[in-house]
């Protein structure tokens, strides 16, 4: 499996390089690190540049992804290091009221008590990325409309995804670079049986809760660890007794020495998305409606879930992660924003739209491709208020059981290459896992509640932005009905006792065989839940073909826009690196401390101390009883620096990541592992949109204390042995 990233001239010729910064910005594709070695040399890195462009040499092969976060190999028996946010799901999965593992945590101390993170946990293993552009955009020609636009792409992708999936156990995707300018074909290994073998108590792996959420000082020890297992022929294979440790061909070593202040980092790993490209518009739309609308949706929704049911209580332990989930976004929507105005972000994304226009008219070229995709975006707007609605709507836990159902019976009669993505033949081991996991994530009450919550909000839609098919399940007139005739609250909640009463598929043994229904039983079904997808599926199914329809033209538009930018920036002598869209990447810069304004300095480290500091024996700051004697009697072991008075905790860093690079590896100079990423300070939330080199900060836990916790404090003796990190 020793592939090396391959990429044609294409995908070079749109890069540009001329003037990378030593401080952060840039989150650079692996074929790019040989490009910029030179400040990379400069910045401190003591390996050949060169390497990273190998998928499965050092230190790259070690690298892995998790599907939604970052995550390294750290052990020749398939270890995995992670953040414990990124391992929340599979304890929260294992967790009951009598057996609480996030109060607790969990150590195996043998690979027979390892748990299993549950059936739709994954690790997936790069093992090739290659250019297929001209595969993509050759069944693309003037004379199609949008829709048709779209349909060829999709059709191309498919193609290609399902000729590289031919190869069992790989699973593959087409990813599309600066806006459809590029497409390359993400070749990966999928590891489906993993499990957890360690997670420190949450009192640790979620220290400062919320209130210390995307803030400095920190002292959070967010990490876990996982293990892959394969079948005995070292392929991967479902969970089973008989599996055996996965064997990487490569993972990290832990570093003997700690970090200081102004050392070299960088950081490897699957960031989510950043939008550097935009136009300004959008921001402008996020500022004023996207992030004030989603925070107060997810405030209202952790409202019902927080009413539900007290800490402990079996609905808090189900709803753990998505709950983690809201407010973590809620926060980082509330830092987007106020970021957004102290550095003038909307201004400056203006200026550079007008500085490009300016360069394209000095040129002679025109701006009306650039005008037009401002035009069809705000299109796309229109309907802003009816999608947020029925995001939650449709993400209730049996609306949306129903609607998978329903849809898999009607993709289930076309050929497989036709079926719609996330419905194919490969998709539905991932729609059987979340059946199953649904009665760990779900409960009957809180579900009627947000669906409550929903179809409150839905009744007050003007009539352009409401469905026909939900109106009349609702009873609603048409058009713009007075608001004394729209259906009340208890109307509404009568119609849902009649839904939640005549469905049984939160029963596991009804729900799990329909799966492999016909759509005509599905159809005929007096399930209520059921009858409701069938009912509204004609509705979903044209605003799908809109959305299709809609992002065939910016298949046209947004590739003019962005070979515009790429120029323009190339003749600036601009640094240009795709934006983040869950591929591969490489950020480096250094430790470093910040001052974000008059008068205030965060430090690069924190350390025990402020742990003992913050402690008020109440939750989000209630460190553990072991913890805080370890402290109280210095039991440092050889995880303090010499004369300190504690352990370092946590660390800062000037490098470039967002939502995806959680779990990542941080490396030194010599591709050791010292840390993981796990954060950004407030102050740096809104580079997703613009970098800001003088205040972007990211929260790293070092690898001292997470050695300290497993050493003195939950003593985790084998995983240290794994780790070759003995006690003394």
């Not at 591709?671 to 809104?686: I, R």
């Amino acid at each position: 499996m020793r592939v090396i990233s391959r990429t044609v001239v294409l995908f070079a010729s749109v890069l540009s390089v001329a003037e990378v910064s030593l401080a952060g910005e840039g989150m650079w594709t692996p074929d790019q690190l040989p490009q910029i070695a030179a400040p990379l040399k400069a910045a401190g890195l003591e390996l050949d540049p060169a390497q990273f462009a190998d998928l499965s040499g050092k230190p790259m092969g070690a690298i892995v992804s998790l599907g939604g976060c970052s995550a390294s190999f750290v052990s020749p028996e398939g270890l995995v290091v992670t953040n414990h946010h990124c391992a929340y799901g599979a304890i929260q999965l294992n967790s009951t009221e009598q057996n609480n593992l996030l109060r607790d945590g969990f150590y195996a101390a043998n690979r027979g008590d390892e748990l299993t993170a549950g059936p739709a946990a994954r690790i997936f293993v790069a093992c090739e990325i290659r250019d297929v552009t001209r595969e993509v955009l050759k069944a693309v020609n003037r004379r199609m409309s949008d829709r048709q636009a779209f349909d060829a792409v999709d059709a191309a992708r498919k193609r290609l995804v399902a000729n590289c999936e031919a190869t069992p156990g790989q699973r593959c995707n087409v990813a599309s670079f600066f806006g459809g300018v590029v497409y390359r074909l993400i070749v990966q290994m999928e590891i489906r049986d993993v499990r957890l073998v360690y997670a420190p108590p949450e009192a640790i792996g979620k220290f400062g809760g919320d209130v210390d959420n995307w803030m400095w000082p920190r002292h959070t020890g967010d990490f876990a660890f996982y293990r892959a297992y394969v079948g005995a022929d070292g392929k991967p294979a479902d969970f089973s007794a008989n599996n055996q440790p996965y064997r990487p061909e490569q993972h990290l070593q832990l570093a003997q020495e700690g970090l200081k202040d102004g050392d070299f980092v960088m950081v490897t790993g699957y960031p989510g998305a950043t939008s550097r490209y935009r136009l300004a518009d959008e921001i402008e739309a996020v500022i004023d409606w996207t992030y004030p609308k989603q925070i107060e949706r997810f405030t209202d929704m952790m409202a019902i879930v927080d009413a539900a049911g007290p800490a402990g209580s079996d609905v808090a332990i189900k709803y753990a992660s998505t709950m983690a989930g809201w407010k973590n976004a809620r926060k980082n929507f509330s830092g987007q924003l106020q970021g957004f105005v102290s550095a003038d972000t909307l201004g400056q994304k203006r200026r550079e739209e007008a500085a490009l226009e300016a360069w394209l008219q000095e040129k002679g070229d025109s701006s009306d491709s650039l005008n037009e995709l401002r035009a069809h975006l705000a299109v796309g707007r229109q309907t802003r208020e009816r999608d947020l609605v029925l995001a939650t709507i449709t993400g209730s836990g049996l609306f949306s059981t129903a609607r998978s159902v329903h849809r898999l019976s009607i993709e289930h009669e076309r050929p497989d290459a036709a079926r719609e993505v996330g419905f194919q033949a490969r998709d539905e081991s991932r729609i059987e896992a979340a059946f199953r996991q649904l009665d760990r994530r779900y409960d009957a009450a809180v579900d009627r509640e947000l669906m409550a919550y929903a179809l409150k909000r839905y009744v007050e839609l003007q009539s352009a932005q409401r469905l026909p098919e939900l109106d009349k399940w609702l009873g609603m007139q048409d058009g713009d009905t007075p608001s004394e005739s729209r259906p009340t609250p208890a109307n509404i909640d009568a119609a849902l006792t009649k839904l939640y009463a005549g469905s049984k598929l939160g029963d596991l043994e009804v729900r799990l065989p329909l799966l492999k229904s016909k759509r005509r039983t599905i159809e005929a079904s007096d399930d209520t839940f059921l009858q409701l997808a069938v009912t509204l599926g004609p509705a979903l199914q044209r605003i799908e073909d809109e959305r299709k329809a809609f992002d065939g033209a910016l298949l046209r538009l947004q590739p003019a826009y962005m070979r515009a930018m790429l120029d323009y920036r190339k003749s600036q002598g601009l640094a240009t690196y795709p934006d983040a869209n869950g591929t591969l990447r490489i950020t480096f810069g250094k430790v470093a401390g910040v001052s974000p304004r008059d008068g205030l300095t965060y430090l690069p480290f924190t350390s025990t101390a402020g742990i003992r500091e913050k402690h008020s024996g109440v939750s989000p700051f209630d460190a553990t009883a072991p913890q805080l004697a370890a402290i109280s009697e210095g039991r440092w072991g050889k995880h303090a620096e010499e004369g300190a008075t504690g352990v370092a905790v946590n660390f800062l860093a000037d490098l470039d990541v967002t939502g995806g690079n959680s779990g990542s590896a941080t490396l030194n100079s010599r591709g050791e592992l010292v840390g993981l990423l796990f954060d950004m300070t407030w102050e740096s939330v809104a580079s997703n949109w613009v970098f800001n080199p003088a205040l972007t900060r990211t929260i790293h836990l070092d690898h001292r204390y997470m050695l300290w916790v497993m050493e003195q404090v939950y003593p985790a003796p084998a995983v240290l042995r794994e780790l070759d990190m003995r006690s003394d």
